[in-house]
């Protein structure tokens, strides 16, 4: 660990020595404006503000609502209004494959050498932001059975006690995998197969999409949710512990700039993502935001009290799967999906 430790500091060392750290001179002679579409508060306005002084340029974020939005505004032929727009690592196919999106050039960023490689989707055409897993917790206090895999979640004991996530894919993402499936299969009958396990798993559901304050205040003992809100959760219970996975791979979900294929500032839209990639920069940024990162450097250089949290659980990188774009097999999906919300008696909790 010592040896990889010293190894990635070294990286580091040599991006500042080619010019590429935050304080390096990213001087622009073309474009003076640069317009963001991403998530609201999820970038430290610190940086942002060096990056505007270092590069004469003002920066304009504009706060998207969901990622079905960003990726519509792309396809609907709103992608000039924009330089940079954050989708989904699932978004990307399709994305690419519509020439939606702008190749981006690999020389022009070579701060993205500091990413782990499992977080790449298209190294083309799409650069690793921040990212999240989806863990499983539970409440070791009171939870009333073991939880090593998905499979011990149906339970009998654990009728009306455990949340979860939403979302279609995240859903048979999950039960696929438990089944031995390819989370990204199109596969009628392994759907089918993963409908039934989603049934079987329902009836122990309490709540989807609980927040944290949910899953601490009830007779919840167990959740599949997303590390920023096991943290919350076992910031306020001490009680709460990320289950020892070892069985099954869990998902991770990254989230990623993209240049749309009609951006006004492509120039200043390259120097961002290379800056934002340098592990120095990513560094200060985890310090507000504090969530999962592709950036292994940056992991290095970030708090001790950021890499001991428990939501970085590395134990869990070890063995995750990554959402693919689905051209066939996303109907059967949606149709699944919707009947088992039907049949659904738990109510939804807004997060």
Sequence with gaps: ???QIALLLAGAMAFSAAGCGAGADYATEGSTELNIYMWQDYISDDIIQAFEEENGCTVNLVGMNSTAEAVEKLTAGCGDEYDLVMVQNSDMGFLEDGDYVEKIKADSLPN?????????VSKSYGIPYL???IYVIYDSAKCPV?????HDLQAAELE??????SGARNLFSMALTSLGYDPN????????????????????????????KALTKGGIVAAVTDDRTAAEVMAKKGSWKVA?????????VVDMFVIPAEAA?????????????????????LKEYPYSCPNEIAEVLSSKTYQNAPERDFEYHKNIFLQRSLEDGTESIDAYYQQLMAEDSTTTEEQ
């Excluded at 009306?160 to 996530?165: E, F, H, N, R």
């Design 1 to 3: 660990m010592k040896k």
């Design 244 to 252: 020892p996975f070892a069985k099954q791979k869990v998902e991770a």
């Design 112 to 120: 993205t050498s500091a990413l782990k490689d499992y977080c790449w």
């Design 131 to 133: 990212m999240k897993y």
């Design 265 to 285: 500032h492509m120039d200043l839209a390259e120097k961002f993502l290379n800056y934002i990639c340098d592990p120095e920069v990513m560094a200060e940024n």
């Design 146 to 150: 073991e939880i090593d895999d998905y």
């Design 185 to 212: 299969t199109t596969e009628e009958e392994e759907l089918k197969a993963a409908y039934d396990w989603l049934v079987k798993f329902d009836k122990n559901v309490a709540a989807y999409d609980a927040d944290a």
């Design 160 to 165: 009306g006690k455990v949340a979860a996530i």
